[in-house]
């Protein structure tokens, strides 16, 4: 579904509808696509604390950091400790 911005200010609530249902929604401003309006979804907080201490992003790829809790520590001692 497409909307514009002004109909985002004068028909949130029938958009937020659309969207509660499962529906994906584009605002558009001046005719181009400028954001995208999706149902919310609930992280499960258990797979994200039980890898606490896994490298993620670009640091995936580190095979010189064993710890982020230990490499984080070195980094800080000069300045906090």
């Given at each position: 579904m497409k909307a514009t911005a002004k109909d985002l200010r004068v028909h949130s609530k029938g958009l937020l509808d659309a969207v509660s249902k499962g529906e994906d929604v584009v605002i558009t401003f001046r005719g181009k696509p400028?954001?995208?309006?999706?149902?919310?979804?609930?992280?499960?907080?258990?797979?994200?604390?039980d890898n606490k201490d896994e490298l993620f992003g670009i640091w995936a790829d580190?095979?010189?950091?064993?710890?982020?809790?230990?490499?984080?520590?070195?980094?800080?001692?000069g300045r906090f400790f």
């Open positions: 400028c954001a995208r309006l999706v149902p919310y979804e609930e992280v499960d907080k258990t797979t994200v604390l580190r095979v010189d950091i064993e710890s982020v809790e230990e490499y984080m520590q070195n980094l800080r001692k």
